[in-house]
């Protein structure tokens, strides 16, 4: 009969054996009597390729180790009878585990996978495929933000042959049916898919029995694995197989059952999962003990860690000791190490119980030949009559248990105290214990009785939301919803429910005010602020019918639709066009700066202040003209022409964040609400952070100032962040100028703000990522184990956000965010949209969605295709002619010239498709003919934000940092972290936050006081944003903002670490 364990580590697994290699496999094999044993970890390509050196085929889908790595062990021909069927060496299956770590149903879920393939072509294709969603390289087991549906889903597609496994079920933290982040049902995990799912991994912590109480498992062919992390714990649990040894036969065996004998099984309260507890305080207890003390520790008053016997109680549908008919059998064994120690009153481990185990190999050959088929007679001649009488307990079931819980392993004893004394012939001073069988696991009728009354008692955590969008509006906020005077300003400080505020004043225009929705205008900062404002809105007011005709948008998509259609300059066709400009009249600026200066002299300033030179603002302006397109800029200034008389949309306006506004927007709203019936302006002057905009802190001052009849309410009443958040803060912002700030906070203390220094940016970064994957759950079973006794709440991917004062920041903490397999987003407009073959990109199919945009069309024709410029003149001249876009006309008029036809070609593929296809799918067919480089593979991972092209390309456009989003990969997660500049993070909040203090203040050509106000405004939005937890991380303390918190924050240092060679962190990188 064949022995198979199918799921073990090699030495590339975090925290396994260096000998975890093929060679010592091999050996640790033939020393326990294993037949099949696999690989583990093929998607990690190093490990890949030693298998493909040390490894030799042999019968179908299996592989053998070559004669020239094996390594000398000496094991006893076995006297036993031999399976002539079996091959005389071990043999290996390709095989590897996966973590994944997604949200479902609300809540954070992770399940382990094992996979086993028939070739090393299926492995490199399917870890090719799991490359683009996380990282490989890092860990032999890789942590994925990936579905198990969606997982199983690509595993079905790209080998169909492969064998599914769930992971040891029950384990409390990484399993499908664990009680942290488990499933009730295999249907609420896998969807449409469960029925592919045919075999399930029981774990160390329960037994065939003990699932068997569970009927929805009994289609599925139970599994018993080692999940060894060195190669002497290898068979700690092994499969029984009656096959020929080929892939085909152990798949077939898995998955119908079919040639599966049975099992051999840890005892389960040997496991370190088995019994619930709290390792911390040392308590083990039954589940009925958990109920009645409603799931706490009676100690520390903590969560205790739920054990699986807890677990299948709760989801068993039989008794304890429930048979069934069709179910294979199992055996459950210790290693005999453990029986040498237990026997000899030695430990497993030393040196006098490892010369025993070697003596008996080479006497009586193979472990599990010793454990189960040897009489105990040749094992007493050969080792001893307590070893042979510890083997004979064993086999009979008569052993005592303690049983594992909270990450302790349980321990098995075979003889009571006194007894081994007594054994061998010598007096015992002590009273001998009857030793009878295990008792078995009775199902206490009294504790299921009482499930539901205890679960009533349980008090889960549960964080805090913020009550400012469930309850009633404070006093404050609801004297500004219902004030009647004509111009309003609201000082609304971080976390005081500004947009509650300002939805509620939206609401009351319209349901008691009976104003029409459209005379109301509402003006926000960003894309995302508006929709959110236009959801929120919905759903108070019951659907979208009643909001029919309400204006909600930013400034400028607000003057799109004021004034006539006409194509918007791109900020990438800007500055080629300036450098034509540039070129011609022989000016050394550069194109940026120059841009700079003219966006300066159109929000107010004069030319000469600027350092402009009138002949290139003319000639750009005269540019603009001729091709009959607007710039940014004069999207507003165009606006600020239109007699707001003739639109009514004004006669109640809104404006959010106020204090963000430059002068160009402070004339439209003085413009637009000049006839108004009510200005309602909101804001928080201590987050003005766009001063090199034109934003100005004094806003509310100088509003003061032109309306004098201007009425201002503050609000106070902080509902997002702890206290210990915001003492911080306050502590912070309090050293700019102006009026002692209050917020008062809502929310109980979660955890006060760490500060941890580190010597490199580098070094922090690590820490960071670290520090991410310990706050989800610990990259593994132990570590998760610490991080649940360590936390009072186990955080998703989605919580987390990740702050940085600069992109060159941001970039270095993505690169150790995927190094670490954390799913990430990053938000921003990146460096990628100046790529030359991105913003020709963008430019052809900003072209076909908008003909008469022609510098769309120079831009593309130039960058992606290099076509000469009396060429692209020529297509030029043809689309100004046009109404409309139409292949047969464009092929007609300009195929007779060589070099545009690859551009016709394009245009006549992608024209047909671009307002009816996603962009993603899009952009992917134009890199499958174009080509891609990085630039245009994060074009890629930006375009999956959005449903079609022309809202794809209006938000690269008018877009703000927070409206640009790009994965960090090329798999969609569930869920991932988030990195942006503090910039990009206004009006957001995240349960957790990381904020670097590096690059604060910004360097700047001179000290100003002014500038490093408006660094330290920058800053407090930073801290701001965090509801729960707060981490600031600094490379020294003496920083100006860090010397300013940090006797409000728990300190700590991060340790230093090597950092890489150069190629090495390239590589990284």
Known sequence: MMIADLHIHSKYSLATSRDCDAPHLDLWARYKGIHLVGTGDFTHPQWRKELQIMLTPAEEGLWQLKNEYRLPGEVALTAAPVDPLLPADPRFVLSAEISTIYKRNGKTRKVHHVILVPSMEDAESLSHKLEAIGNLHSDGRPILGIDSHDLLEILLDTCPQAVYIPAHIWTPHFSLFGAFSGFETLEECYGDLASYVHAVETGLSSDPAMNRRVSLLDRLTLVSNSDAHSPAKLGREANLLRIAPSYPALAHAIQTGEGMAGTLEFFPEEGKYHLDG???????????????????????GKKVTVGVLHRIEEMADRPAGFVLPAGKPFESLIPLPEVIAASTGSSAVSKKTQERYFAMLRDLGPEFTILRDLPTETIEASAGHAIGEGIRRLRAGKVDCLAG??????????FAPGELEVIRGQVSMLGINSIGKRKPREDSAAWRGEKGKADEKASPIVLDRNPSMNTPLNPQQAQAVMSTVPTLAVIAGPGTGKTKTLVERLAHLLEEERIPPSSITAVTFTNQAAEEMRLRL??????????RGLTIGTFHSICLQLLDPKPILDPSEALRLMERILTEHGSALAPATCLGMISTVKNGQSIRSAGLSQVLYNAYQAELVQRNIRDLDDLLLDALTLDPHENKRFTHLLVDEFQDINPVQHRLIRHWSEHGQSLFVIGDPDQSIYGFRGANAKCFEELKTTLPRLETITLRHNYRSTPAILQGALALIRHNPGEVRMLEPHRKDVAPIRLMTAEKPFDAAIWVAKDINRMVGGMDMVAASWAER??????SFSDIAVLCRTRHQL??????????????????????????AVAGTIGFFRFLLEPRDTVSLETCLQRVWRVPSVLIQRAVSWAMEQSNLKVEAARQA???????????????????????????????????????NPAMEQLLHASVFHEDMSSFLSTLLLGEDVDLRR????????????????????GL?????????????????????????????????????????????????????????????????????KQPERAEQLSLI
Not at 898 to 925: A, H, M, S, T
């Open 790 to 795: 360590q936390r009072q709440e186990i955080r």
């Open 278 to 300: 709290h390792r911390a305080c040392g308590l083990r207890q039954e589940p009925e003990e958990t109920l009645r003390t409603g799931g706490r520790c009676p100690v520390c």
């Open 894 to 932: 300009l195929s007779s010239f060589d070099g545009l036809l690859p551009w016709l070609d394009l245009v006549d593929i992608f024209l047909p498709r671009v307002e009816k296809e996603k962009p993603r799918k899009l952009l992917q067919q134009w890199v499958d003919i174009r080509g891609k």
């Open 538 to 547: 919905e759903t108070r007011l019951g659907g979208k019918a009643r909001l």
């Open 967 to 986: 994965l960090s990969g090329s798999r969609t997660p569930r869920e991932a972290v988030k990195l942006m500049t503090i910039h990009g993070s206004k």
């Open 405 to 414: 819980y909270d990450g302790e392993y349980g321990t098995i004893s075979l």
């Open 811 to 836: 970039a270095l903490m993505e690169s150790c965010l995927r190094h670490e397999s954390i799913p990430c987003v990053i938000y921003g407009r990146d460096d990628f949209l100046t790529d030359p």
């Open 989 to 1057: 909040e995240f349960p957790v936050v990381f904020l670097s203090a590096d690059a604060f203040p910004l360097a700047g050509d001179a000290p100003d006081a002014s500038k490093t106000e408006e660094e330290r405004r920058l800053f407090f939005v930073g801290m701001t944003r965090a509801k729960d937890e707060l981490i600031v991380t600094a490379s020294q303390e003496d920083l100006l903002f860090v010397a300013e918190i940090k006797s409000h924050a728990q300190r700590g240092r991060i340790p230093g670490r």
